[in-house]
């Protein structure tokens, strides 16, 4: 899975966009340690994410079954918007 934010070498600074050989261009440190620590990150944050949802889901389901269709989506419109604010940092 690709690194989906930006990330900086860990020793000069420089924004990583290419890691040919797994060394920063700039300075020649070795990236890959930190490249899989971002990655191991990302993925983390994207379960935790998952989680949230699904449980966010289920218990919208619940409590939106006796609503009317109008108050059903107004209730999962509210929670998407929650989800996506919750969540935006990791997309």
Same mark, same amino acid.
């Given at each position: ?12 600074? /420089?924004?990583?966009? $290419? ?10 440190? %070795? ?7 971002? $990655? %191991? ?28 269709? /109008?108050?059903? /989506?107004? /209730? ?11 969540? $935006?940092?990791?997309?």
């Amino acid at each position: 899975m690709p690194i989906a934010q930006k990330f900086n070498c860990p020793d000069c600074g /420089v924004e990583m966009k $290419r890691r040919p050989g797994g060394k920063c261009p700039q300075c020649g440190a %070795d990236v890959r340690e930190h490249v899989q620590e971002e $990655r %191991d990150r990302e993925e983390q944050i994207e379960k935790v994410v998952a989680v949230f949802s699904t449980i966010l889901v289920l218990g919208l389901s619940l409590f939106a079954g006796g609503c009317s269709i /109008v108050e059903g /989506v107004l /209730v999962y419109a509210i929670a998407g918007a929650a989800v996506w604010y919750w969540g $935006r940092g990791t997309f």
